[in-house]
């Protein structure tokens, strides 16, 4: 069987950086794009905050321009998607979906964090059919068309606010009586006149015969004068956050309530040897572009280091 010097499981920033520090310091990486190649990045539109890009850089730019550099070095990328791993003895086995099997000395784990659904029936009912966990992807289809937004954080008023670009007019529900933003981020939200905040408001359903027609909603749900009602709308998006991709490997490493893998204080190091964390999956507090890239880079270090004290 294939062993593997330095394996990453993940094509976001911190698998990217990951890989660009690996393959400079010799370590013959291989990356495994996962599920959602580029990963969350691919889904946004104009990153302003990633530093070297006075003027702003397109996501699926950027996410291409990391693999690029990455692949200059002469790290490998495969597309398969690990969906078991045994991290009982080293070197570890990662087995992918198209049935193959590798080992590795070293294992990098940055495979992200997935969108969070409300969990109502109909969500699956109009998957695809008007019910979206990402605006970017799919707000072209709803111009000039009404459109709601789930959530009241900052995933939730980007989305409002890139939506109202397209569509007619965005609901933005919000369970709290007030917005969880940044400051900035609400009042561009409170600004936009397409933009209707429905404050204190539960989604219970969703109603339509040929994908989304409108929203089930109930004002001050459980309270004495909680009063239900429905919005017409086309596409309903959910920003209410994301879980991270841990499951495969809880089993050996520390995890949070939140399944957020708990790695060894500033470190990538999760307490099984040689095997690391970065980005996302690893940070329930920043969960940014760079701090991601930056997570990456440590765990590239700490698996040259490891390699080298181990003599692989
Ligand atoms: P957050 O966890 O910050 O916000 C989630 C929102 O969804 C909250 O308003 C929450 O409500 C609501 N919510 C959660 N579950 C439910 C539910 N079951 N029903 C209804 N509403 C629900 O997630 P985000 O994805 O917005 O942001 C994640 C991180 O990424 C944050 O740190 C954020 O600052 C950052 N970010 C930064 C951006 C930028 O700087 N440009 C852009 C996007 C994200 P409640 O408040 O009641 O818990």
Redesign the pocket.
């Known amino acids: 069987m294939e062993t593997i010097r330095c394996l990453i499981l993940g094509s976001g920033p911190a698998g990217y950086t990951a890989a660009i520090y690996a393959a400079r310091a010799g370590l013959s990486p291989v990356l495994y794009e996962g599920l959602q190649p580029g990963g969350q990045l691919t889904t946004t539109t104009e990153v302003?905050?990633f530093p070297g890009y006075p003027e702003g850089v397109d996501g699926n730019q950027m996410m291409d321009d990391m693999r690029a550099q990455a692949q200059r070095f002469g790290a490998e990328m495969r597309s398969a998607i690990a969906v078991k791993a045994d991290l009982s003895a080293a070197p570890y086995a990662v087995t992918f979906d198209d049935g193959s099997e590798v080992r590795c000395h070293t294992l990098v784990i940055a495979t992200g964090a997935t969108a969070?659904y409300?969990?109502l029936p109909d969500e699956e009912k109009y998957r695809g059919q008007g019910v979206s966990a990402c605006a970017t992807c799919d707000g072209f289809f709803y111009r000039k068309k009404n459109v709601a937004v789930?959530?009241?954080?900052?995933?939730?008023c980007?989305e409002a606010t890139y939506l109202a670009g397209l569509a007619a007019k965005v609901y933005l529900?919000?369970?709290?009586p007030f917005?969880?933003?940044?400051k900035a981020?609400q009042q561009k939200v409170m600004e936009n006149p397409k933009i209707e905040i429905l404050f204190e408001t539960?989604?219970v359903g969703l109603f339509g015969t040929d994908g989304v027609e409108g929203a089930h909603l109930v004002r001050r749900k459980g309270e004495p004068d909680e009063t239900p009602f429905d919005i017409a709308i086309d596409g309903f998006f959910l920003?209410?956050?994301?879980h991270p991709n841990s499951e495969l490997f809880t089993p050996w490493v520390k995890t949070d309530e939140a399944g957020y893998i708990i790695t060894e204080g500033a470190t990538p190091r999760t307490g099984v040897p040689g095997v690391f964390a970065a980005g996302d999956v690893a940070d329930p507090?920043?969960?940014?572009a760079i701090t991601a890239a930056a997570s990456g880079c440590k765990a590239a270090i700490e698996a040259e280091r490891y390699l080298t004290a181990h003599g692989l």
């Open positions: 302003e905050n969070k409300l969990g789930v959530g009241g954080g900052d995933t939730a980007e529900i919000v369970r709290k917005l969880r933003a940044s981020m539960n989604t920003a209410i956050g994301h507090l920043y969960r940014q």
